[in-house]
T-cell receptor, first 113, second 112 residues
């Protein structure tokens, strides 16, 4: 079985641009969470979706938005990119929103110049 | 708010035992998790504790004391491949629903 997949693997953008990151959860998993991991830090929670509805939001500005599709895949959008948005963006899937285990994808490395 | 503390770095030798501590302060605790993350890779799930006590899984064990806001991850018979960052995370339903709040991670270096 395929694990969590994310695309693209790497991305370089300039300040002020917009970016869309994609995630496909493990087959059968209905919950997707997004995290931002800056180098040397632990992942920071951005959003959680379950059954296409937002179930949680971390302390991130409104420039960050996300959605989940009927097939449970998800997109994270970031507008008006700042240098500080450079990070590894991780997607995690779980069977349900309260499941014990979250399985992480390989991440998208975003560099903002 | 929430606060999760773990040591920044630890070193150990092959075959030894190492204990990585984690302390937390949360208002809506509903589980503690340990993840392993090798450099440049995604975190992988190691353990989950929601009740007090010790959970053992092969060379890895995790302990939780909810009254003390304390957990540790115990790694036995260390191998070189155990060199990685170990992330302590809590589920705090009042702060983040069912998502996870991570500490900054402990970088473990295992030498021969």
């Amino acid at each position: 079985d395929a694990g969590v997949t994310q695309s693209p693997t790497h991305l370089i953008k300039t300040r002020g641009q917009q970016v869309t990151l994609r995630c496909s959860p493990i087959s059968g998993h209905k919950s997707v969470s997004w995290y931002q991991q800056v180098l040397g830090q632990g992942p920071q929670f951005i959003f959680q979706y379950y059954e296409k509805e937002e179930r949680g939001r971390g302390n991130f500005p409104d420039r960050f938005s996300a959605r989940q599709f009927p097939n449970y895949s998800s997109e994270l959008n970031v507008n008006a990119l700042l240098l500080g948005d450079s990070a590894l963006y991780l997607c995690a899937s779980s069977l349900a929103s309260g499941s014990a285990e979250q399985y992480f994808g390989p991440g998208t490395r975003l560099t903002v110049t | 708010g929430q606060n999760i503390d773990q040591p920044t770095e630890m070193t150990a030798t092959e075959g030894a035992i190492v204990q990585i501590n984690c302390t937390y302060q949360t208002s809506g605790f509903n589980g503690l998790f340990w993840y392993q993350q090798h450099a440049g890779e995604a975190p992988t799930f190691l353990s989950y504790n929601v009740l007090d006590g010790l959970e053992e899984k092969g060379r890895f064990s995790s302990f939780l004391s909810r009254s003390k806001g304390y957990s540790y991850l115990l790694l036995k018979e260390l191998q070189m491949k155990d060199s990685a960052s170990y992330l302590c995370a809590v589920r705090d339903e009042e702060q983040a629903g069912t998502a996870l709040i991570f500490g900054k991670g402990t970088t473990l270096s295992v030498s021969s």
